[in-house]
């Protein structure tokens, strides 16, 4: 049994087939999905997102969103998404590394939970590119 499983963001659909398994970040934690999960409404956290197809795992990066579970079918609205193998590493590690430089010129209350954000967004894509895949 597989799970039907679509990521959009406003601009495109960046995933959409039957997979076996998901593993989510929600905004309370992680969650493993299976097929005959419990229907289900949440909020998804910027994290990175496992997929298994057959015994291959994948990952996407998510910039978090909603996601809504219901008879097998996974939908998932993101305001952006990237599947790890199609990161670039070394564009990654420079705008991760411009990231926490911008952490050292913060001047206010806004800048900080802007910079906060576009570090962890950063953090984000690094992690779906090295993401350790469970076996």
Same mark, same amino acid.
């Not at 998510?62 to 939908?75: D, H, S, T």
């Given at each position: 049994? #597989? *799970?039907?499983?679509? +990521?959009?963001?406003?601009?495109? +659909? ?5 997979? &076996? ?9 992680? $969650? ?10 949440? =909020? ?8 298994? $197809?057959? /015994? &291959?795992?994948? #990952? $996407? =990066? *998510? ?10 079918? $996974? ?11 199609? !990161?670039?590493?070394? /564009?990654?590690? /420079? +705008? ?16 900080? !939970? /802007?910079?906060? *954000?576009?570090? &962890?967004? =950063?953090? #984000?894509?690094?992690? =779906? !590119?090295?993401?350790? *895949?469970?076996?």
């Amino acid at each position: 049994m #597989t *799970l039907n499983l679509r +990521v959009l963001t406003p601009t495109r +659909v960046v995933w959409d087939s039957q997979v &076996k398994e998901i593993i989510l970040s929600t905004n309370s934690g992680k $969650i493993g999905i299976l097929p005959n999960h419990a229907s289900l409404v949440t =909020a998804v956290d910027i994290a990175v997102m496992k997929i298994r $197809i057959n /015994e &291959k795992w994948s #990952t $996407i =990066a *998510l910039m978090g969103g909603f996601a809504k579970i219901e008879q097998n079918q $996974i939908i998932l609205w993101v305001n952006d998404a990237e599947k790890g193998v199609d !990161i670039d590493p070394q /564009e990654a590690q /420079e +705008v991760f590394q411009q990231a926490k430089a911008n952490a050292n010129r913060v001047l206010g209350k806004r800048q900080k !939970i /802007e910079v906060d *954000l576009a570090i &962890k967004r =950063a953090r #984000t894509r690094l992690e =779906a !590119i090295n993401a350790v *895949l469970p076996n």
